[in-house]
Nanobody
Framework: QVQLVESGGGLVQPGGSLRLACAASGSIFSMNAMGWYRQAPGKQRELVAIKSYSGTTNYGDSVKGRFTISRDNAKNTVYLQMNSLKLEDTAVYYC?????????WGQGTQVTVSS
């Protein structure tokens, strides 16, 4: 079994910053990928950023240059540093772990950008 626990969401003003964290526990293997997706009301879930165990990284186009993903493999934790937040970044952010052909999701954490 794999559990993903997210933290760090909240309310922030436009232009502000937030840092999300996701800790994985259970049967975690190396050579996995961990990352973040988000879903705004009425929209499809979309990729924010994902990082492989070896360091390969992909970002969604809308967050490039503003968000940074990092991970601590020893702690099985992935982070998302979000800077220059915009109103349109408001969404539920979900952590995802992909390993051995299986994917696991966290429960989601709300990020609200509002003045």
């Amino acid at each position: 079994q794999v559990q993903l626990v997210e933290s760090g969401g909240g309310l922030v003003q436009p232009g502000g910053s937030l840092r999300l964290a996701c800790a994985a526990s259970g049967s975690i293997f190396s050579m996995n990928a961990m990352g973040w997706y988000r879903q705004a009301p009425g929209k499809q879930r979309e990729l924010v950023a994902i990082k492989s165990y070896s360091g390969t990284t992909n970002y969604g186009d809308s967050v490039k240059g503003r968000f940074t993903i990092s991970r601590d493999n020893a702690k099985n934790t992935v982070y998302l540093q979000m800077n220059s937040l915009k109103l349109e970044d408001t969404a539920v952010y979900y952590c995802k772990l992909l390993q051995r052909g299986n994917e696991y999701w966290g429960q989601g954490t709300q990020v609200t950008v509002s003045s």
